[in-house]
C-alpha cells in the first residue's frame, strides 16, 4: 500500500458508505494518492470514527451523515463538499442493503422496494445532485457485485439490483459523455461486515474460495485499488465498462 503513486492530488472524491469495509478501503486508497475524500455513513459516530482514522494517515478527509436514500441529506452531502473544497472530481456510489435472504417470489413488497431504492435508485439521485457540478475529466465508479452475474439463491434479489448497476453504467456513460466517465467494479466475496453472514461460516467461506480460481476470498484493498484504476486518469480512455474483480469466478450474463 504505500508504494502507491500519487494520481489524485488536488482531485476531490465522494464515497457514499465509506466509513468500513469496501467504502472505507475506497476511501483510504484515494486519500493516499492524494484525494480529498468525502465519506459518508448513516451514523455520525461510524463518520467520526471513520474520518479519525483517515487523518491518522495523513489523509484530508471530511465526513458527513448520509443516508442515501435520504433527499436532504443526499443534497446536503453535495452541497458541503462543494463549499469545503469547491469541485467534484469523483464519486464512487458504494451504497447497498440486503435486508433478506428469502427467495424473490417471497419477498415482501416493502422489502423489494428497500433494495431498489438503495441498491439502484440512491445511485441516480445521487448523481443527478451532483451532476451539474462535473466538469471534464470528472469520474463515476458504480459499486455491483458479483452477484449480479449469477444471483444465487440467498442473495437473489440482491444480485438481480447488482444486475441493474451494470445496464446503468452502460446507459450513464452514454449520457454523461464526453466530460464525464462512467465505470463499474464487481467485487468477488470480501470478509466484510456486510457480508459477514457468508464469510464468517468457515465451511460456506471454504465454498466461495473453492469458487474462485485464485483460491481465497478478496480484501478490501484488492476493490479498492481497481476502483483507483478506474476513477483515476489512467483509464481516460475507459468508460461504460465494468472491471470484475472476483478471483477468476464466473461473470457471465
Keep these: 500500500?504505500?508504494?502507491?503513486?500519487?494520481?489524485?492530488?488536488?482531485?476531490?472524491?465522494?464515497?457514499?458508505?465509506?466509513?468500513?469495509?469496501?467504502?472505507?478501503?475506497?476511501?483510504?486508497?484515494?486519500?493516499?494518492?492524494?484525494?480529498?475524500?468525502?465519506?459518508?455513513?448513516?451514523?455520525q459516530k461510524n463518520v467520526d470514527a471513520a474520518v479519525e482514522k483517515l487523518k491518522a494517515r495523513g489523509i484530508e478527509a471530511f465526513g458527513l451523515v448520509c443516508h442515501v436514500s435520504n433527499t436532504q441529506q443526499r443534497k446536503n452531502l453535495i452541497e458541503q463538499t462543494l463549499q469545503k473544497y469547491g469541485k467534484i472530481d469523483v464519486i464512487v456510489s458504494n451504497a447497498a442493503a440486503n435486508p433478506s435472504v428469502d427467495t424473490i417470489l417471497e419477498t415482501k413488497e416493502p422489502v423489494l422496494d428497500k433494495l431498489w431504492e438503495i441498491n439502484v435508485k440512491s445511485s441516480i439521485l445521487v448523481l443527478q445532485e451532483?451532476?451539474?457540478?462535473?466538469?471534464?475529466?470528472?469520474?463515476?465508479?458504480?459499486?455491483?457485485?458479483?452477484?449480479?452475474?449469477?444471483?444465487?439463491?440467498?442473495?437473489?434479489?440482491?444480485?438481480?439490483?447488482?444486475?441493474?448497476?451494470?445496464?446503468?453504467?452502460?446507459?450513464?456513460?452514454?449520457?454523461?459523455?464526453?466530460?464525464?466517465?462512467?465505470?463499474?467494479?464487481?467485487?468477488?466475496?470480501?470478509?466484510?461486515?456486510?457480508?459477514?453472514?457468508?464469510?464468517?461460516?468457515?465451511?460456506?467461506?471454504?465454498?466461495?474460495?473453492?469458487?474462485?480460481?485464485?483460491?481465497?476470498?478478496?480484501?478490501?484493498e484488492d476493490m479498492a485499488a481497481a476502483v483507483a484504476y478506474l476513477a483515476s486518469d489512467d483509464a481516460s480512455y475507459v468508460t461504460g465498462e465494468t472491471l470484475v474483480v472476483a478471483g477468476g469466478m464466473p461473470s457471465r450474463l
Design 1 to 43: 500500500m504505500e508504494k502507491i503513486g500519487k494520481r489524485f492530488e488536488r482531485k476531490v472524491a465522494i464515497v457514499t458508505a465509506s466509513t468500513q469495509g469496501i467504502g472505507f478501503g475506497i476511501a483510504e486508497r484515494l486519500g493516499l494518492e492524494g484525494a480529498s475524500v468525502v465519506i459518508s455513513s448513516r451514523r
Design 130 to 220: 451532483a451532476g451539474p457540478h462535473l466538469k471534464k475529466g470528472s469520474s463515476v465508479v458504480l459499486i455491483s457485485s458479483i452477484a449480479a452475474y449469477q444471483p444465487p439463491a440467498a442473495l437473489a434479489m440482491y444480485g438481480v439490483t447488482k444486475t441493474a448497476l451494470l445496464g446503468l453504467t452502460k446507459a450513464l456513460a452514454a449520457e454523461m459523455a464526453p466530460n464525464t466517465r462512467v465505470n463499474c467494479v464487481a467485487p468477488g466475496f470480501v470478509p466484510t461486515h456486510f457480508a459477514s453472514f457468508l464469510t464468517t461460516d468457515e465451511s460456506t467461506k471454504k465454498g466461495l474460495e473453492e469458487k474462485t480460481l485464485l483460491n481465497r476470498l478478496g480484501t478490501t
